[in-house]
């Protein structure tokens, strides 16, 4: 049996938080998928505080995004400081969480 080892020891939150927020995915499609280009957008991505998780996925599209902010309004400070600013992404979808129907992070089985 392989041994395991605790990568991080982490405390959830309850997902549905008395303050005012909203929840975004988006789907972000690059234009150059040079390993410097993507490099960029990640690093990019970790820096960014509204962005909770960022996953390079296959398919249709590069990136999928969970993105977390107060407002509309700070969604949309958020796609122009760092989508439509950056000229390696082609184009983005965003889909605004209404219900959070299921929440169980864990650890593969």
């Known amino acids: 049996m392989p041994k395991m ?19 975004v995915v988006v789907s972000v499609e690059l234009d150059r998928e040079r390993l410097d ?13 509204e962005v909770t998780q960022c996953y390079m996925v296959t398919g249709e599209v590069d990136f999928v995004l969970v993105v977390t902010v107060e407002d509309v309004e700070a969604f949309y400070v958020f796609l122009k400081k760092k989508l439509y600013n ?7 979808k965003s889909m ?6 299921k929440f169980e992070p864990r650890t593969a089985v």
């Open 5 to 23: 080892f605790v990568v991080a020891d982490m405390s959830l939150l309850d997902p549905k938080p008395s303050w005012k927020s909203i929840t």
């Open 37 to 49: 280009l993507v490099n960029h957008f990640k690093r990019s991505m970790r820096a960014a505080k």
């Open 86 to 92: 950056d000229p390696n992404v082609r184009k983005f």
């Open 96 to 101: 605004i969480n209404l219900d959070l129907v």
